[in-house]
């Protein structure tokens, strides 16, 4: 699969990582993979998918995924979703993660950090007038052998809290 690279850079390698994001460190670089999205009001289809982790020295997690259409021979076809945003480690291996969508959806996740896996859910949906009706979702992250597996499940317009995308990846950088 071969992955359009983000147009911006992304922080050096001599920035020396706080100590607060040492548990999380298992999670930096790119990542990419595949996945399945689906959800009862819409057709289930495979997609390929880029996360990246990076820091700047501060106490969070930069991160962004985009993810596209990909068809049965494995090319990247449309866009498909995109989210930002910033992972914050607190005390006792509990997280705050804060998410942008362009759909005009925010999210902001309550988790805890367990190792390797992380576990999530929504302690705030905010999304302008004309978004899409997201009322909660639960997210879970993890190592998988060397691969990194994620899932979410979402609550959203009139269906209740239930399994929407899901992937595994690998790292690339």
Not at 135 to 144: D, P, Q, V
Not at 159 to 167: D, E, G, I, T
């Amino acid at each position: 699969m071969d992955i359009p690279q983000p147009g911006h850079g992304e922080p050096s390698e001599d920035v020396e990582l706080h100590p607060s994001l040492v548990p999380l460190r298992f999670l930096l670089g790119r990542w990419e993979g595949a996945g399945v999205v689906g959800y009862p009001t819409i057709e289930s289809v495979n997609f390929g998918q880029e996360i990246s982790f990076s820091h700047n020295g501060k106490p969070f997690l930069i991160y962004a995924s985009r993810t596209w259409l990909l068809a049965e021979d494995g090319t990247l076809g449309r866009p498909l979703a995109m989210e930002t945003g910033f992972w914050r480690p607190q005390a006792d291996g509990e997280l705050e993660v804060v998410l942008a969508h362009p759909t005009g959806i925010t999210e902001i996740y309550i988790g805890q950090q367990t190792g390797t896996k992380i576990e999530m859910a929504t302690d705030a949906v905010v999304r302008t007038a004309t978004a899409k009706e997201v009322t909660a979702g639960r997210r879970l992250y993890g190592l998988i052998g060397a691969d990194l597996g994620w899932a979410y499940d979402m609550a959203a317009v009139g269906q209740p809290l239930q399994s929407h995308v899901s992937a595994q990846l690998k790292r690339v950088t």
